[in-house]
């Protein structure tokens, strides 16, 4: 069982470009996450789905959009990338309906570098 | 808006000591914390949680106390180990979504 998979493991991108993040996970689980982490400012929410077809903005979504068109997968892409979205980026799952808890299972991450 | 943070950014501690992180969270309203370990070049993984019915509660060398009269928390790491060397943060999941502080990076020293 991988839990949760993320590609590429790192990407140096031009500005301007389009780029899209991938995820994958394996648990079933409904609910799905991306964050970013920048020195000094911790984890911060850019989107989420609570369930396949449904997505919701987080605490920084702009420049980004997500789709969740299944279960196990939860896309996130950079339509311009702007030097500003250099982060690693981490994708997260979670079940709370079947563990009670609200646990989320992190992926190994993708460190983006956007010149 | 709601925020949840930790009192310091780094904590060095000898090998074999006790280590204690804290965290204060701003919703009063939370009642379900969770601390997350995240090791260089990793995501972070699951520590405990500890639920507002409760004012402790421990794991495998790790015991976190909540006190929801000064809405503060804290992790306690029993006889320190350089494997226990990471970013310790603590989060608030508010309608699902955590809200992490901003972590406190923990060094072992041999």
């Known amino acids: 069982i991988a839990g949760i998979t993320q590609a590429p493991t790192s990407q140096i991108l031009a500005a301007g470009r389009r780029m899209t993040l991938r995820c994958t996970q394996d648990m079933r689980h409904n609910a799905m996450y991306w964050y970013r982490q920048d020195l000094g400012l911790g984890l911060r929410l850019i989107h989420y789905s609570n369930t396949a077809g449904t997505t919701g903005k987080g605490e920084v979504p702009d420049g980004y959009s997500v789709s969740r068109a299944n279960t196990d997968d939860f896309p996130l892409t950079l339509a311009s990338a702007v030097p500003s979205q250099t982060s690693v980026y981490f994708c997260?799952?979670?079940?709370?309906?079947?563990?009670?808890?609200?646990?989320?299972?992190f992926g190994p991450g993708t460190r983006l570098t956007v010149l | 808006g709601e925020s949840v943070g930790l009192h310091l950014p780094t904590l060095s501690v000898q090998e074999g000591d006790n280590s204690i992180i804290n965290c204060a969270y701003s919703n009063s309203a939370s009642d379900y914390f969770i601390w997350y370990k995240q090791e260089s070049g990793k995501g972070p993984q699951f520590i405990i949680d500890i639920r507002s019915n409760m004012d402790k509660r421990q794991g495998q060398r790790v015991t976190v106390l909540l006190n929801k009269t000064v809405k503060h928390l804290s992790l306690q790491i029993a006889a320190t180990q350089p494997g226990d060397s990471a970013v310790y943060f603590c989060a608030d999941p508010q309608g699902g979504k955590l809200i992490f502080g901003q972590g406190t990076e923990l060094s072992v020293k041999p």
């Open positions: 997260a799952s979670s079940d709370s309906a079947t563990s009670g808890s609200d646990e989320q299972f």
